[in-house]
C-alpha cells in the first residue's frame, strides 16, 4: 500500500511524493488513466464482450454482445478472492460457465 499527501482532485494530477505505510518514499509508484490502459471490449471464443458501467472486485465487468435475444446474458467479472477472471450468467454470482487463473486481462 501507498499513500501520497496530495490536495488534487485525481491522483493523476498529483505532484506530491508516494509513501509506504512506514512513511518511507516509494518511488516505484506509477499511476495510469484507466480509460486509457482498459479495454473498451474483449472477444472471447468468437463473442464480444462490451465492458459495462460498474465493477466486481474493483475490476471492470463486460457484457456479451448478441444479436439472439434468446440466448442468455453472460459477463466476464473478476472474483478476487479466487483471482480468477470468470464467464457466468450474474455478476459475481457462483455459477460460473469458465473461468482463468490470474488476475490481468
Avoid: N
Avoid at 479495454?39 to 463473442?47: D, K, L, R, T
Avoid at 458501467?53 to 440466448?71: T, Y
Amino acid at each position: 500500500w501507498a499513500y501520497s499527501a496530495s490536495t488534487s482532485f485525481s491522483p493523476l494530477l498529483s505532484d506530491a511524493p508516494w509513501r509506504r505505510l512506514d512513511s518511507t518514499e516509494e518511488t516505484a509508484v506509477g499511476i495510469l488513466d484507466a480509460e486509457r490502459v482498459l479495454p473498451s471490449e474483449v472477444s472471447i471464443a468468437g463473442h464480444r464482450f462490451v465492458q459495462q458501467p460498474r465493477l466486481c472486485d474493483a475490476r471492470p465487468v463486460f457484457r456479451r454482445e448478441s444479436q439472439d435475444s434468446r440466448l442468455p446474458e453472460v459477463f466476464l467479472f473478476f472474483r478476487a478472492h479466487e483471482s480468477e477472471w470468470w464467464l457466468g450468467p450474474v455478476v459475481g454470482g457462483t455459477e460460473c460457465y469458465a473461468r482463468a487463473a490470474g488476475s490481468l486481462l
